[in-house]
């Protein structure tokens, strides 16, 4: 049956009118990341390695989403109800869609994410899977085959007569670019299923083989060899992806697996990557054609919130045309999807172990173990990079002669490390074709020369506001001479302040000066060299507070000896109004004493008062109502029980006050 289609400008009237575009720029890719996709099912995967795209179709919302390598969104195009299945031009210029809703091909150009045909199928119900071959997109629909030819003048759309299976659904589709004229299809989802191989290199497409396979199928692909067609769950192997030969689809091979298979998909240099619906196991393995046991395994995490980790999607599995990644769509228990990207999924991940001695003498040989090996197995002879970082030689640090493995793939080296304090090891393997790049390192003290630093001041109280020099002095070093001072106040609300940084005098002296304001706690750093030790040195020097203090209320002032007294009527009370430094929460000492008949001083009582944001405190003091009462006041500041601790213990003048008639 040959049907001319409509042409393309009639064609794009009828769709575009539905479709909506946003479009985003262009970005770089990057590798082994997942990105959450904002599409709520979907139907396929297409790689556009010139672009570096990636198309998702969700057929539930009707839409396709193109991401770059890294999952970021570029572009939606929207209005494709029930579009699924999706196939890259062999130019790259056109992304191929099948609408299932519309009985529709549409395409997609590339560059600019533009729909820019839309190709009727009448006849052909549900057009679902596309594969590319030999420029023609092959399309399978409800219960048969077709093609779609856009090469000439105008497009033809041609179903296939005699398919030579009565397909069961929207039959599955597989081809590679490396094998032209083959096409593969097959039955998915049943526990028999039908597969067919067919040569589509001439006019009409002619059965080249089919047989009812056991299997439930998910996804299937072809060799680029064109020999063999892998499918998922396999025919009396169990859990795998089988290997049936495109001569007569019997099974050579079958790849193991976890449960339960949903997905295949094989790279142009023939690495295969099967998926599984594993949510307590790997979800992505990776192998070499031939080799039964992974060379790699992909365990996607729990972003959901049920015990087992998020699942592979059905089918959701494709390769960048360069093989240098693998796309997979995985699912939570939310229904949230995520773009994986895996960057070089061919390769094998060695590991590589370092091991070097706990400490070491400086100059002194030592010696490095380590191991290298990889479920590929690696040749003995490897050479690895080895690269020592110390204060000498700081990163990228200095290349030392190569290592090679032995058999087992171990190997050492010695080295006499020539700078002391903390040496590190570190050891690469480059990678080939087949082994990704792998490196490990180790690190070991390397003694030094025990350094003196030392700090003057330490325990010494000064007025407030004094401006203190504190001189640090440096013994004898290998080869640096500069020191750090730094300053620490008490009180939170001050940080550690660096005070000066230089080189020390000739003597070995380096002086700062520190403005005292707070008690303080000055460090003398030297961080040393590749032969003296580092060294610190620490003094706690203490800052008075400032307290000044006014007697008010008097009616003269008079000397009694040589002390200057407040003269107060004996029923007039005393006013003493003081200053002092403030802090958050700070109260002053009020502090009363009364000269007894003994002629001495006796302490009547003391207590503390507030200070106000600006340091402020008056008191007044009950006047006594009898006269010839002689007494002293003061304020103090106490550490600690003035409320802080960032001063020191500071005490006002005394104030005296002479009561009369």
Do not use: C
Not at 79 to 91: E, F, N, R, W
Not at 256 to 271: E, H, K, L
Not at 442 to 447: H, I, P, Y
């Amino acid at each position: 049956m040959r049907t001319r289609s409509i042409s393309t400008a009639t064609a794009l009237a009828v769709l575009f009118s539905s479709v909506a575009l946003t479009v985003g720029a262009a970005g770089s890719a990057a590798a082994d990341s997942a990105e959450v996709l904002p599409v709520s099912s979907v139907g396929d995967i297409a790689v556009d390695g010139v672009h570096r795209r990636v198309y998702v179709s969700d057929p539930l919302v009707g839409k396709i989403v193109v991401t770059d390598y890294a999952g970021k969104v570029k572009g939606t195009l929207t209005g494709l109800p029930g579009v699924s299945g999706l196939t890259l031009s062999a130019d790259s210029r056109q992304v191929y869609a099948a609408v299932s809703d519309k009985n529709r091909i549409v395409s997609v150009e590339t560059d600019t994410y533009t729909l820019t045909a839309s190709y009727d199928v009448t006849g052909a119900k549900g057009p679902a899977t596309l594969e590319t071959v030999d420029g023609k997109v092959w399309f399978g629909y409800d219960g048969g085959l077709g093609s779609l030819d856009t090469s000439g003048a105008e497009p033809v759309v041609e179903l296939v007569d005699k398919p030579g299976v009565e397909w069961d659904g929207v039959p599955l589709l597989g081809s590679d670019p490396k094998a032209p004229g083959v096409l593969v299809a097959g039955e998915r989802g049943n526990t028999w299923a039908d597969v067919a191989v067919y040569d589509v290199a001439g006019a009409e497409p002619v059965l080249r083989t089919t047989k009812n396979l056991t299997g439930n199928f998910k996804q299937l692909d072809l060799t680029p060899d064109g020999e063999q067609v892998l499918t998922t769950w396999g025919d009396g192997f169990g859990y795998s992806f089988p290997a049936y030969s495109t001569k007569d689809l019997s099974q050579e091979t079958a790849y193991p697996t976890d449960a339960y298979p949903n997905a295949v998909a094989i790279a142009s240099d023939g690495t295969i990557a099967g998926g599984s619906d594993s949510i307590y196991d790997p979800d992505v393995h990776i192998y070499q054609p031939g080799v039964k046991v992974p060379v790699r395994e992909y365990d996607f995490p729990n972003t959901g919130n049920t015990s087992g980790a998020d699942e592979l999607v059905p089918g959701a599995l494709a390769w960048a045309p360069d093989d240098g990644h693998l796309f997979a769509v995985s699912v939570n228990s939310f229904g949230t999807f995520s773009l994986r990207t895996m960057a070089e999924p061919g390769k094998s991940l060695p590991t590589l172990t370092v091991n070097a001695p706990e400490k070491a003498p400086r100059a002194k040989p030592l010696t490095v173990t380590g191991k290298l090996t990889d479920t590929v197995p690696l040749p003995a002879g490897t050479v690895l990079k080895v690269t020592r970082t110390d204060v000498e030689s700081p990163a990228p640090g200095k290349a030392l002669p190569s290592v090679k493995t032995k058999a087992d793939g171990s190997f050492s080296f010695t080295d006499s490390p020539p700078a002391g304090g903390k040496v590190t090891y570190k050891v690469a393997y480059a990678g080939d074709a087949t082994h990704a790049a792998a490196s490990a390192s180790d690190s070991v003290t390397v003694s030094r020369t025990k350094t003196t630093l030392t700090l003057d001041k330490n325990g010494k109280a000064y007025a407030y506001g004094a401006d203190v020099s504190f001189t640090a002095h440096l013994g004898s070093t290998y080869k640096n001479r500069t020191v750090e001072i730094w300053a620490d106040p008490y009180g939170g609300d001050k940080p550690k302040k660096l005070v000066k940084k230089g080189t020390v005098n000739s003597r070995g002296n380096l002086s700062a000066t520190v403005d005292m304001k707070r008690d303080t706690k000055v460090t003398a750093v030297f961080s040393g060299d590749a032969r003296s030790a580092s060294a610190s040195a620490t003094s706690t020097a203490y800052a008075r507070v400032k307290i000044s203090s006014t007697v008010s209320k008097h009616y003269r002032t008079g000397k009694i000896g040589s002390t200057t007294y407040h003269y107060f009527h004996k029923s007039t009370d005393p006013y003493l109004a003081t200053k002092m430094t403030y802090y958050k929460g700070r109260k002053q000492r009020f502090e009363l004493q009364v000269y007894g008949v003994d002629r001495k001083w006796h302490a009547s009582g003391s207590e503390y008062f507030a200070l106000s944001p600006d340091g402020a405190s008056t008191v007044r003091l009950k006047a006594p109502g009898q006269s010839g009462i002689r007494a002293r006041i003061r304020s103090a500041y106490v550490n600690a029980s003035s409320g802080d601790n960032v001063n020191s213990t500071t005490y006002g003048a005394w104030k005296y006050l002479n009561f009369t008639r």
